[in-house]
């Protein structure tokens, strides 16, 4: 089954806690991307891989790392969480990161939810 | 700070009547855009995605988009009440990023 799975689904941990949330695509996807989902603010970027050791900065990147060392798998690195980062993750892949590529979709994993106190 | 925006709602609209959904967005260089379906708790879905002005039709769904305007829609036709659902709306430009909206929360009435 064509799916993109994180782990884990739940985290409650405490402040300056090194955490890896990981993010894993069978689907051969080119891009992947993570994103945090709070109330009011909608879904908001925070890394994206084009492809294999390509990765850059989305919209609220501080705070976060991620590597792309193989195809299908992108983990979210916090060094040191803070209670702001306390949210709803979501790690997303597609085919491409190109515009207009047909059948483009971001399929989306189950979801993160970090509490970070 | 390229933004999309979508009324936060909630709409409500009578089982088997047409929900219609707004969407503007600032980047003007913005060529693709999705509509995604997200059911509390969930991870969001996509509905329909549209990279030229005009309509773009899939069942029940119709998306509309409109370059000038910067104005991205989606109708619902004979909603259901499994419709009901936050709706979010997405661009992507020649730049890697996507860029989400809000979401509108869309509520079918039986």
């Known amino acids: 089954e064509a799916q993109v799975t994180q782990n884990p689904r739940y985290l409650i941990t405490v402040t300056g806690k090194k955490l890896t949330v990981t993010c894993s695509q069978n689907m051969n996807h080119e891009y992947m991307s993570w994103y945090r989902q709070d109330p009011g603010l909608g879904l908001r970027q925070i890394y994206y891989s084009m492809n294999v050791e390509v990765t850059d900065k989305g919209d609220v990147p501080e705070g976060y790392k991620v590597s792309r060392k193989e195809k299908r798998n992108f983990p979210l690195i916090l060094e040191s969480p803070s209670p702001n980062q306390t949210s709803l993750y979501f790690c997303a892949s597609s085919l491409s990161g190109r515009v207009r590529v047909p059948n483009n979709e971001q399929f989306f994993g189950p979801g993160t939810r970090l509490t970070v106190l | 700070q390229k933004e999309v925006e979508q009324n936060s709602g909630p709409l409500s609209v009578p089982e088997g009547a047409i929900a219609s959904l707004n969407c503007t967005y600032s980047d003007r260089v913005s060529q693709s855009f999705f509509w995604y379906r997200q059911y509390s708790g969930k991870s969001p879905e996509l509905i329909m995605s549209i990279y030229s002005n005009g309509d773009k039709e899939d069942g029940r769904f119709t998306a509309q988009l409109n370059k000038a305007s910067q104005y991205v829609s989606l109708l619902i036709r004979d909603s259901q009440p499994s419709d009901s659902a936050t709706y979010l709306c997405?661009?992507?430009?020649?730049?890697?990023?996507?860029?989400f909206g809000p979401g509108t929360r869309l509520s079918v009435l039986p």
């Open positions: 997405a661009s992507k430009g020649y730049g890697q990023n996507f860029v």
